[in-house]
């Protein structure tokens, strides 16, 4: 019987399938087999395309179903749930991050569920490949790139992400090591060999029947052997692309267990070099996120790779687990975490890129979480940048197209990041074979247009040309933490959001509810820069003057071009900047600051649409940045596109809360557009009483309130609202004068006086909500702003001799 699971090519033995070792009722629809593929020459043709499955209803989460009470869902965990949590590993009884990002309905900080549109159906502004002509060969500049640093713990201090449980390393021993047949190919043609014939079983030696070179799949070493008189083999922990991998402990060293690789096949040349070429260099190499290389050793003419073992889990076997616990079906991670185990290995890909090497085979199977710490593994597909001999090793769906072309690269590298960050957060159907060299859209997988930003990042890091991806893996993890701040704001709308600055952008200028141009974040200089250092020592802030002194620069820099961009832009010369910007873009056409600039004037001189396609143009090369979500939220709501807008000012609201000021005011403002006045009131409350706009804030929802008010206690919680909040003396006596004369409108009834309020009646301030003593509070409030207006000290002496109470005096 055949397993049903898509992509895997295994049969079922004793219920279980012998590859993927899932269960026979596994569901056709359980989503994409993410077991390990054969590392294969990139030169081998790729599968035929196959139309992609239809996509199984989810969640955003994709996570399955918990109980509140019975054993814990955690894959690992053999815990039980007690009061809604596990009484082992203390996981809340809806599941690892169900108070992530992902299970919060589609709204924002406030809880107003809006759906709205994503803003990648708006046009941008053309950068990178794109703004190449003809046969233009696409190069980019890579300087000036800003690093993060690692915390150390997975998700940066922002998310929980549960431990993998601990395992002991002899129980991960294989019983019978065998090579599965479908795993078999030659190693020179890579021609499928060792397969079954007429209910006979493969050969797992034997001559190719294609080129006829010779091929072995059998372990060369037995439990119990002892190899260069130092490391005793306990048995074989797996297979792979490469060869076999034993466990054994080092005599040498108090028997700790460390891990032989040696060659799949021993007459496969290019696997001897790889080899030979792994124990040369791999030796500088050391990273604690990273597998370290012991020794290398030879017995009986065969060379092994002496290694540290890492006894967690893989991210693959995350997976699987997942899919266990959830009988059977997909179930992909959290997003929030699925970032997080992305985060945490950049630095390692970092580190070897900085060595001039490159990983060439990143993918869930390679990457282990050993407790709260992640392991990068597998390092035989490790080879230097400028390496144009050596056989190339990668696994489908996963390696970047133009490999097989041009060879490995950082924007290779960068590639499969991006690949099994959306295998690891959704459920990527033909990942393998459909999608094998692109990526689907919203349509086929939910998450990208519940997503905006995780879209945008995939599109950058994934683009068909390799240099409109991430020029590195630091300036992806850059994004990537900003990512991951958006997801975790999204699922803390009941907590204010915390600032983190960016390397980027300057904080907002904004201080109450005008948002223009200026108030926008700053771009923050680049200390890279060749002229930063001349710049720095201009003391002139006109820019006039400044632009006269720009002409003195010993030489041109992208630097020096922004602040003529930045003076041009604070005179109104559109003609200068235009010409800074262009060549800024002639010099880089991925300079996105240059478009960055023309946004900003394109928003000055209200042409709405062209800052619309600039701003999105910059959301698309730093999706983890906030200032150019709201830049484009603005012009979205000065430019007709009311639903894009109010999304992104939900989103800068969630996540920073240097933004939640100009987000608050923005989304106040396109509720109040729509008629909805309580919406507006909710979003308003966001502005923290410790902004200097919280007065304006307050005022602003008093008069929302007071529009809705239909009685004295309205009134009286209107008034009461603006009680504490920062006002102008002649401000509050306004709004003050407003409420009192609603409050007598109502009392009045258009009918005889009222009757006094009983005591403990409803009270609008230091007044009863009766005719006589608002009479008197207006009387007192129409004094007081004749003394704080005297050009209308008349007008308003009249108006309180009109309402006063009627006396004998």
Known sequence: MKCTQPGCAGEIADGYCMIC???AATPADAGPDTSAMPATQPARPPAPARPPAPVRPSSATGRGPSSATGRCRQPGCSGAIADGYCDVCGTPAAGPGSSSAADAPDSGPSGLSTRTRGSSRLDSTALGSARLAGDSVATRRTGGSQRLRSTGRIGAGLVRVPPAPTTDPAEAVMANPVVPENKRHCPSCQSPVGRSRDGRPGRTSGFCPNCRNPFSFDPKLAPGDLIAHQYEVAGCLAHGGMGWIYLARDKNVSDRWVVLKGLLNSGDADALAAALAEQQFLAQVEHPSIVEIYNFVTHDDAGYIVMEYVGGRSLKQLLKDRMRANDGAYDPLPLDQAIAYVLEVLPALQYL????????????????QVGDGLKLIDLGGVRRIDDTESAIYGTIGYQAPEVARVGPSIASDVYTIGRTLLVLAAEFRGYQTTWQESLPGAAEIPLLGERDSLHRLLQKACAADPADRFASADELRTQLLGLLREEVGRGSSSLAPTSAPSVLFETPQVSGNDLGPDELPPLREDPTDPQFAWLSNIDVTDPAERLRALDAAPATSPEVALDRARCALALGNRELLERACAQMLAEDPWEWRAVWMQGLAALAERRFGDAQKAFNAVYG??????????????????GGEPAIAEALYRVCAGT????????????????????DLPGAIDALGLVPVTSRAHGEAAQLRARHQLALSSGPADLARALDSITD???????????????????LGFVRGGGPRQPAAPAGGVRIGRYAATEPELRDGLEATYRQLASHEPEKRVAWVDRANAIRNWSLT
């Open 21 to 23: 070792g899932l269960p």
């Open 656 to 675: 920073d809360a240097a933004y939640v000021v100009p987000a608050a005011f923005g989304i106040a403002r396109l509720r109040e557009g729509a008629g």
């Open 621 to 638: 090369q730093v999706p983890g940045e906030l200032a150019p979500k709201l830049a484009l939220g603005l012009a979205c709501e000065l």
């Open 725 to 743: 909040a920062p006002m102008e003396p002649v401000d509050r006596e306004r709004f003050t004068a407003e409420v009192l004369e609603a409050a």
């Open 353 to 368: 890129h900085d060595l001039g090497l490159v990983y060439c085979d990143f993918k869930p199977d390679n990457v282990v």
